[in-house]
């Protein structure tokens, strides 16, 4: 399955502390993206790495990718009670066009 | 700022009734996704345009699922007859090649 599975499948902090998510995959990609949903929304995208980088940063966040453990993280630093959301890692594979596919999500929860 | 639009963003519908969800993509975006939604399968792409052409539709129900875009400024998902298990959230996003997605706020459709 191209589908990326993430870990945990919920986070619970408070604020100030950092939040971690990992996501893991099976298949070649071409980018791996980052997507955040609020409650009753779209989702929102958050940040793109591509396959030959490593590391890239976005304000409070950053995400890793090693592509020979196909893994990659996401870490918001300093959260806040606005950064609850679900946040989803998708793939664009490189035999799938510019079709993604989204992994399950960690849901985020973010104590005032 | 340019957002997609996605028509009703709430449908309440009977067994066996046609339902037709709409969207408006961001102008200047060449590639139109429909996505659907749940807790159980989470979030599947059911087909996606390009320049109003059909790529793909693999992830349709072709039986009872069309997708069209009858202009570039509006796609239409389509399913008749509805049933039950169709309910879900449609998500409409758009973009252009190898670009992050931006999607809309979704249709919540409940067949009942």
């Known amino acids: 399955s191209q589908q990326g599975e993430e870990d945990p499948q919920a986070l619970s902090i408070q604020e100030g502390e950092n939040a971690t998510m990992n996501c893991s995959y099976k298949t070649s990609i071409n980018n791996l993206q980052w997507y955040r949903q609020n409650s009753g929304r779209g989702l929102v995208h958050l940040i793109l790495?591509?396959?030959?980088?490593r590391e890239k940063h976005s304000g409070r966040l950053r995400v890793t990718l090693d592509t020979s453990k196909k893994s990659s993280s996401l870490l918001i630093t300093a959260s806040r009670a606005a950064d609850t959301a679900s946040y989803f890692c998708?793939?664009?594979?490189?035999?799938?066009?510019?079709?993604?596919?989204f992994g399950t999500g960690t849901r985020l929860a973010v104590r005032p | 700022d340019a957002r997609v639009t996605q028509t009703p963003r709430h449908k309440v519908t009977e067994m066996g009734q046609e339902v037709t969800m709409r969207c408006q993509p961001i102008l200047g975006h060449n590639t139109v996704f429909w996505y659907r939604q749940t807790m159980m399968q989470g979030l599947e792409l059911l087909a996606y345009?390009?320049?109003?052409?059909?790529?793909?539709d693999s992830g349709m129900p072709k039986d009872r699922f069309s997708a069209e875009m009858p202009d570039a400024t509006l796609a239409t998902l389509k399913i008749q007859p509805s049933e039950p298990r169709d309910s879900a959230v449609y998500f409409c996003?758009?973009?252009?090649?190898?670009?992050?997605?931006?999607f809309g706020d979704g249709t919540r459709l409940s067949i009942l």
């Open positions: 345009f390009r320049n109003r052409a059909p790529l793909d």
């Open positions: 790495i591509r396959s030959n980088e």
């Open positions: 998708a793939l664009e594979g490189k035999s799938s066009g510019d079709k993604l596919t």
């Open positions: 996003a758009s973009g252009l090649v190898q670009l992050p997605q931006h």
